[in-house]
């Protein structure tokens, strides 16, 4: 299935903030809209930015009526999810992508939002992974240039330097994944993605050790991991043990469960919980060379 690409922005668009997990207030997203406002871009705030329902940016239906009055509004031409957090899966069934999937639009955010990644993958249109509002602030200039690259339909190469750990190796396919934790949960539902012949990106924030390895043997057992065209990890960030030591740490446990496999294997890609959280295309075609340094670049 070759997947549909939204249309790069133009000066003066609309770009819509939206909160699908946690709740924000306005005066968090600052930093954002000045980021937006100086790409020429015009911003619109949802009506789950200010809501408060215990964790989350409104009831289950607000965070539904708002995202889709989002991706239905012709005028608004881009959607940043706000934040991450939890929420996402408790809105993303109740949504109609009829519309979306014949005139798409970005869909951009990482984390919690790896669920509207993923069911879109599913659609068969492109998304971006990338920093969310709540993140701009301490962002590098790499990872918002990275946004505004592919917001505008410029593509992204990168060249990275090599990690000791990884597997050497070359591969062609479309860009699929996001936050380990998410992809695990979203296992036999129709939000679950498909991996054969594709390269898998993965990343994950606060797990403990023998978590990481538990996802992992379950990718592995459902068949995620083996006819893949590379892997890229990015940041495994602030990893937790057990006061009896797991006894490996997340690039071993990552490296264990793929050992049956040949292909690409890449650590440490600027991707993920990290000020340098560059941006990549869902459901692109990429090239992935593994080698002394790391290229990833659109086909």
């Known amino acids: 299935m070759n997947t549909k690409q939204p249309q790069?922005?133009?000066?003066?668009?609309?770009?819509?903030?939206?909160?699908?997990a946690r709740k924000i207030n306005r005066k968090d997203l600052q930093f954002a809209v000045e980021l937006l406002e100086n790409w020429g871009l015009n911003v619109v705030f949802g009506k789950t930015i200010g809501l408060d329902c215990d964790q989350y940016a409104g009831e289950d239906a607000d965070r539904i009526i708002d995202f889709q009055q989002a991706i239905d509004d012709a005028s608004i031409k881009a959607i940043w999810c706000a934040r991450g957090g939890y929420g996402t899966v408790r809105m993303i069934d109740a949504i109609d992508f009829s519309n979306f999937i014949e005139n798409p639009k970005w869909v951009i955010g990482f984390s919690d939002p790896t669920v509207i990644h993923s069911h879109l993958h599913t659609l068969g249109v492109q998304t971006l992974h990338a920093i969310m509002p709540i993140t701009v602030e301490k962002a590098?200039?790499?990872a918002k240039n990275s946004l505004k690259n592919a917001l505008f339909g410029k593509a992204n190469t990168y060249e990275v330097l090599g990690h000791s750990s990884n597997k050497k190796g070359a591969g062609i396919g479309e860009l699929v994944g996001g936050n380990l934790s998410v992809l695990y949960s979203l296992l036999g539902s129709k939000s679950a993605i498909t991996t054969d012949g594709k390269i898998l990106f993965i990343e994950d924030l606060d797990e403990y050790?023998?978590?990481i390895d538990r996802m992992m043997l379950n990718l592995k057992r459902n068949g995620y991991l083996n006819n893949l065209k590379g892997l890229i990890i990015g940041g495994m960030t602030k990893m937790h043990d057990n006061t009896i030591p797991f006894g490996k740490n997340a690039k071993e446990i990552i490296l264990d469960a793929v050992s049956d496999y040949s292909y690409p294997?890449?650590?440490?890609?600027?991707?993920?919980?990290m000020r340098d959280n560059r941006c990549l295309v869902m459901g692109k075609k990429m090239i992935l060379k593994v080698g002394e340094a790391v290229t990833l670049e659109e086909k």
């Open 8 to 20: 790069p922005l133009q000066k003066g668009d609309i770009v819509a903030i939206v909160a699908t």
């Open 140 to 142: 590098t200039d790499d």
């Open 209 to 211: 050790l023998y978590h």
């Open 265 to 273: 294997v890449c650590f440490d890609f600027p991707a993920g919980h």
